[in-house]
């Protein structure tokens, strides 16, 4: 409870310091007042057209955030266990973690034109690594002699999988969605302002191009607080099936 | 004579180093041996290889034990399992309880091991053992971290345990105490590289004290006859 009020104050602070600011500064064309804000807010969020570009956001995130996942960790499995395949294949995968979202642009842009591919495609690439990497970190943690007792004690692999490699392997799978899922939001945005035809980020682009600032700062806002609230309830999602996992 | 398990002139290396050298050793099914020696001498190596933990470099082992149990140096439990899920991993069907029981541990049966003390997850390490049921259990200094206490009640209930379904024993030990209490014979081991430089009687048939003279005098005989031919540390 205490740390709730001190959340609360510290939101207080931050409000306080941004009407300050927006007061001294006296130009809402660079910052507007935070309840100018939150009232385009409040009123963006509240028509159909908004509403649906949030969830047209969402669905790429989620999109984008599922194929790393779904190729990341068997990738990261093989890479893991196999110190070829990891020699082979590590230098791809740092280099994919390198190149800025903005070089992909051009190939994405000629390949796709303007439309949901390319969000969801850099997005992908640049959680990929993440999730491919921290796997690895996974694997290698691996505590040797859980397995070797295993095997002596002649316990089937399918039991040996699901205990000893799972219950290592679920703290990184955590930790990557922790990680992502606040890329993955930053990452769609940029993506869907360069080369999305929908979304969060188109809207952002469109009022920018309209000089409409309050409102690129209403929809930041937005955005902000969506990607807080899914990162909440991934992690919820994550405690309760580690909860349940563990009483298996 | 039937055997459990058979070593015919085994070696190990690693690289320069070497471990064991020309090791015969044969345990009949519900005989108990203590292989007794100095730290360091390659007792583990010796236990993994007879375990097929580890290959040797030459000579062979037979091992005829259908369920082999190995209480480690270390407890090796797995941390997010509590005591009972650790025991069940290796036998679903075993009784946990009792089990349990066995090392003093029953009311501990939910704790995660992180919870328990060091000496506790040792106990939990051999009642994992004990669950399967072994034909062949290998103790590798199992009862080392215990305070007497515990060490001298533990090695009771073993011994009850094996008279109640005698199975095969191999312990490895520094301690004379521990050797003379729990095996029927003592093969006692030189410095690395690790050879047998003797074979002696264990614990007798009857009823075997720890404080009686008997036990005391053969204890401080296996002591000089360590301190002799071995270099203890």
Redesign the interface.
């Known amino acids: 409870m205490k740390n709730f009020w001190r959340i609360l104050a510290g939101i207080a602070i931050l409000i306080l310091l941004w009407q300050l600011a927006a007061l001294g500064l006296n130009r809402s064309i660079l910052i507007p007042a935070p309840s100018e804000t939150l009232l385009i807010l409040f009123h963006n969020f509240t028509t159909p057209d908004m509403l649906l570009a949030a969830g047209q956001t969402l669905w790429k995130v989620l999109l984008a955030l599922a194929l790393a996942i779904l190729l990341g960790l068997p990738l990261g499995l093989l890479l893991g266990l196999s110190d070829a395949a990891y020699n082979l294949l590590r230098p791809l995968v740092m280099v994919v973690q390198a190149v800025p979202v903005i070089s992909w642009l051009s190939l994405v842009i000629f390949t796709w034109g303007i439309g949901w591919r390319g969000p969801v495609f850099i997005s992908f690439l640049s959680l990929f690594p993440v999730a491919v990497l921290t796997t690895v970190a996974g694997v290698h943690d691996l505590d040797k002699d859980l397995l070797e007792m295993a095997k002596l004690y002649q316990v089937p692999w399918k039991k040996v999988v699901r205990e000893i490699h799972l219950g290592s392997l679920l703290p990184f799978i955590a930790a990557i969605l922790d990680v992502s899922i606040g890329q993955a939001w930053k990452v769609t945005l940029v993506s869907e302002y360069l080369c999305g035809g929908d979304g969060l980020g188109e809207a952002i682009l469109t009022a920018r191009m309209n000089v409409d600032i309050p409102s690129v700062w209403a929809l930041t806002l937005g955005a902000v607080l969506l990607g807080l609230l899914s990162e909440a309830l991934i992690k919820f999602v994550l405690r309760r099936f580690r909860h349940a996992w563990k009483h298996s | 004579m039937e055997t459990l398990l058979k070593t015919t002139n085994l070696c190990k290396s690693f690289d320069e180093l070497e471990v064991l050298r020309d090791i015969n050793l044969a345990i009949a099914p519900g005989e108990r041996v203590a292989l007794l020696g100095p730290s360091g001498a390659g007792k583990t190596t010796l236990l993994k290889i007879l ?3 580890e290959t040797p470099t030459s000579g062979t082992v037979e091992n005829h034990a259908q369920r ?3 209480v ?1 140096q ?1 407890p ?1 439990l ?1 941390p ?2 509590s005591v009972k899920n650790n025991l069940l ?3 679903p069907a075993g009784d946990y309880k009792e089990a349990l029981r066995s090392v003093e541990m029953a009311d501990f049966a939910d704790y995660p091991p992180a919870d328990l003390s060091g000496g506790m997850r040792q106990r939990v390490n051999l009642a ?1 053992a004990l669950i ?1 049921q072994p034909d062949l259990l290998i103790l590798d200094e199992a009862f080392h971290s215990l305070d007497l206490g515990i060490k001298m009640r533990l090695m009771e209930s073993l011994n009850q345990h094996w008279q109640e379904n005698p199975f095969g024993l191999l312990c490895v030990t520094h301690d004379p105490k521990e050797a003379l209490y729990l095996a029927d014979r003592i093969v006692l081991l030189s410095a690395r590289p690790a050879s047998i430089l003797a074979e002696i009687e264990g614990r007798p048939d009857q009823q075997w004290e720890i404080t009686s003279p008997d036990f005391l005098t053969r204890e401080s005989e296996l002591i000089q006859l360590l301190s002799g031919k071995t270099q203890l540390d």
């Open positions: 375990a097929g933990l082999n149990a190995f480690f270390e090796r797995i997010w399992r991993f290796v036998n994992r399967t």
